[in-house]
């Protein structure tokens, strides 16, 4: 099973978005992981709850692919208004779940 | 307040916000006049817009063309018994078929005739009586009065009906252009690491200065002279301090062996002597960045050893950052590292420095 850490967003973010819908993900709505490693790549499913609508963020637990989530976000513009292709949902998940967050990296480079 | 010795490199807009704005400029039929230090990429800008129009590009300096050329010439016309005008070929081109006329220098345009010519071309899309296609759009571009460059003043007429945009020097967007193989690795390197006052930098007196032009100039000597006559060629290029401050710099770039890091023969302290130079880091970023994007191929046995390297003693993980943005476009390479438990932790801890970045 996947280790969940804690995560202190005590940072001031210089892009505002960025952390700004991280904090609001991690603070406001409940994330609920479940790993699938049937497949050719292991894949792990986030389902956020609590908001209007639920989202499922979509990741490769092995980062052959960037995740993917159903919010309307990602999907008219892959994240673009958020961080480097990644809604505040995928952000919020790789920050949840240590083995996830090297797959931030894609939004910083 | 005493004013600096050399001119602003950086007041203005960047080249990328220049790309973004003047489309839609032109677009609603403003005439735009695009001022800047001579030599930091107005015609580069020029080229970007024509290719985001989809036309052709006529690059027309009018302080080089006489003012009865321009008008065209008369032709006997025998059946007719009177002389003809005929315009001259790129005149006949926009009028036939769109084109993107830029207009380079028009402050340069000494005379009042160039300037009423220039008048008409922007304002009246004509030249004469011949009327350019309605799809034509045409774009000015002058050099700023404090550089002495050609430049004198357009009529308040003429001046008060363009918008004016100053380009700016633009670093990341000159890595950009240089990176797609027209300059030199330790070139951009180099101007990468020491910015603005590297790429363009001049006083008033100076004729010989580093520029986006007089890189490329140098980037392309090296390439054809001998190594004994580098400074030399730079020397003419960039002028003296400048040249002085790349080979210095080279110096260090040439300490590293891509290919021995990469194969595990060379490790970099960077805790130790000249070594804890952040030119230096940036220098052995640098190289192992262009060996991996120019030379190649990268091994699945190179990859280990790759992040090794980023995690050597005394590097500062930015500079680790730094390299994984020169490498995000390899899609081989990067896919190779991802798939390295090593470089995942390495990300991990980079994700959660960059974040600290922002406190």
């Known amino acids: 099973m996947a280790k969940t850490v804690a995560i202190d967003i005590d940072i001031q973010a210089r892009d505002l978005r960025f952390l700004r819908a991280a904090e609001t993900v991690l603070k406001k709505y409940d994330l609920a992981r479940t790993d699938d490693t049937s497949g050719k790549s292991p894949v792990c499913t986030v389902a956020i709850t609590g908001g209007r609508t639920t989202y499922e963020v979509k990741f490769h637990t092995d980062w052959s692919r960037r995740p993917t989530c159903s919010c309307p976000d990602m999907k ?27 797959q931030l990296l894609d939004a910083l480079i | 307040m005493s004013r600096s010795r050399f001119l602003s490199p950086n007041k203005g807009h960047s080249y990328e916000e220049l790309k973004t704005i003047l489309p839609g400029a032109l677009r609603a039929g403003v005439s735009v006049l695009v ?83 220039a008048y008409q071309m922007v304002l009246e899309r004509r030249l004469g009586p011949f009327q350019f296609h309605p799809d034509t759009v045409v774009l000015a571009a002058g050099n ?158 190179h990859v280990p050893h790759l992040v090794s390297f980023m995690r050597s003693p005394g590097l500062d993980r930015e500079y680790a950052m730094l390299l994984l943005v020169q490498l995000k476009t390899n899609r081989p390479v990067m896919q190779k590292l991802k798939a390295l438990p090593a470089f995942r932790d390495l990300a991990a801890e980079l994700v959660g420095l960059h974040a600290g970045m922002y406190a």
Not at chain 1, 83 to 93: T, V, Y
Not at chain 2, 87 to 114: C, I, M, T, Y
Not at chain 2, 243 to 267: C, D, H, I, S
């Open chain 1, 76 to 102: 008219r513009s892959g994240g673009a208004s958020s961080a480097g292709g990644f809604c505040k949902h995928a952000i919020a998940s790789a920050l949840k779940w240590e083995d996830l967050r090297c």
């Open chain 2, 35 to 117: 001022l800047g230090h001579p030599g930091i990429g107005k015609t580069a800008l020029a080229e970007d817009l024509a290719e985001g129009f989809g036309l052709p590009l006529i690059d027309i300096r009018l302080a080089q063309q006489e003012p009865a050329d321009l008008a065209g010439v008369y032709f006997p016309d025998q059946d007719r018994e009177c002389l003809t005008l005929l315009p001259p070929a790129w005149v006949k081109e926009l009028v036939e078929r769109p084109g993107f006329l830029f207009l380079d220098e028009v402050n340069a345009a000494v005379s009042r005739l160039h300037q009423a010519v």
């Open chain 2, 144 to 301: 700023l009065a404090e550089d002495n460059a050609l430049a004198t003043p357009l009529s308040s007429a003429l001046a008060n009906r363009f918008a004016h945009f100053r380009l700016r020097v633009d670093v990341p967007a000159w890595i950009k252009w240089a990176e797609r193989g027209h300059i030199r690795p330790e070139l951009r390197a180099f101007i990468g690491r020491h910015g603005d006052e590297a790429l363009y930098k001049r006083a008033p007196d100076e004729t010989i200065f580093p520029s986006p032009r007089t890189w490329e100039m140098a980037s392309r000597l090296l390439d054809e002279v001998d190594e004994a006559h580098h400074v030399d060629v730079l020397e003419a290029c960039v002028g003296r301090p400048s040249a002085r401050a790349f080979v210095g710099f080279q110096k260090m770039y040439k300490r590293v062996r891509p290919e021995k890091v990469l194969n595990g023969k060379q490790k970099i302290d960077f805790t130790k002597g000249r070594s804890q130079e952040p030119s230096f880091m940036h220098a052995a970023v640098s190289a192992i960045g262009a060996w991996v994007q120019n030379e190649g191929p990268v091994t699945t046995d």
